[in-house]
């Protein structure tokens, strides 16, 4: 991996910052776990956007497994790939029985390399196994939050967390954030990071690469009309006069959604943030 710094020739270049990977398959992806995908971005059922700011990028979407379909069987990575939906690398990889799944890839994962499912003495980046299997201290990424409920936690570029204890049929996990979480020790995790740890020093210098992304346009509240925006008007440029809200009102920053006291997977929090 090389971070590269554009020299200044043209606007879209000045301070622009881009990884490159040398170990990325230049090649097509797979074309039988290819499938489209429908661009309704931000829009629900009834095709009123719910979410704004998205839209504008067709791209063709890579099914990864992230069901643990293949289970106590050795595969190889064929090669690592860029995903075009996803911050993370994703694998290929080919099974002894010669199915070809698309797996999230680990930091140190390459090309050859042999991954498993399953109990294992073998413990290194790949491996995936239930949290009972895995030692303490192990970094870890890919969570299963429930069993056999998929890969929820740690899967975007970098993330990971860390086993610190097992007790009682579960196991405790620091995340990355700092948040402490009991999970049941039949949760499967993938031994080691998430791949693309560099993801968050680019900068793309330009606004035309956040379309290439599917990001559309944000307008600033402040300069818009009160009509428009809780934030607008006023004479001259104004900095809101008020704590930041969104458009309809509701604050946007330091508004905290968790109900410490609603029953559901907000019991399994051992400690919450600082």
């Known amino acids: 991996m090389s971070i590269v710094n554009y020299k200044p020739t043209t606007p879209g270049s000045r301070g622009r910052i881009v990884t490159k990977f040398d170990y990325l398959y230049k090649g097509k992806s797979h074309k039988p776990l290819l499938t489209n995908k429908k661009n309704h971005s931000g829009r629900n059922n009834r095709g009123v956007i719910?979410?704004?700011?998205?839209?504008g990028r067709k791209v063709l979407y890579r099914k990864v497994d992230f069901n643990y379909t293949k289970k106590n069987i050795w595969g190889v990575v064929e090669r690592i790939e860029y995903d075009p939906n996803r911050t993370a690398h994703?694998?290929?990889?080919?099974?002894?029985?010669?199915?070809?799944k698309y797996l999230i890839a680990q930091e140190e994962l390459r090309e050859g390399h042999k991954i498993y499912n399953g109990a294992t003495d073998i413990i290194k980046q790949g491996i995936s196994m239930q949290l009972k299997d895995?030692?303490?201290?192990?970094?870890?990424?890919?969570?299963?939050?429930?069993?056999?409920?998929?890969?929820?936690?740690?899967?975007?570029?970098?993330?990971?967390?860390?086993?610190?204890a097992k007790d009682a049929g579960y196991a405790t996990i620091k995340m990355k954030s700092g948040e402490v979480r009991k999970f049941k020790l039949e949760c499967i995790a993938t031994i080691g990071p998430v791949s693309n740890t560099e993801h968050a020093l680019k900068s793309l210098g330009k606004a035309g690469a956040k379309r290439w992304l599917g990001i559309r346009p944000?307008?600033?509240?402040?300069?818009?009309?009160?009509?428009?925006h809780p934030h607008g008007g006023g004479e001259g440029r104004t900095s809101g006069g008020r704590h930041p809200v969104s458009p309809w009102g509701k604050p946007t920053k330091?508004?905290?959604?968790?109900?410490?006291?609603?029953i559901g997977s907000s019991r399994m929090i051992v400690s919450y943030i600082n």
């Open 134 to 164: 895995i030692p303490m201290g192990t970094i870890i990424s890919c969570l299963e939050l429930i069993p056999g409920g998929g890969v929820k936690v740690a899967r975007g570029a970098g993330s990971f967390c860390r086993l610190v």
């Open 254 to 262: 330091g508004y905290k959604t968790r109900n410490k006291k609603k």
């Open 90 to 100: 994703i694998a290929l990889v080919k099974y002894e029985d010669g199915d070809r």
């Open 218 to 228: 944000t307008v600033r509240g402040v300069a818009m009309n009160p009509i428009d």
């Open 50 to 55: 719910t979410t704004r700011h998205k839209g």
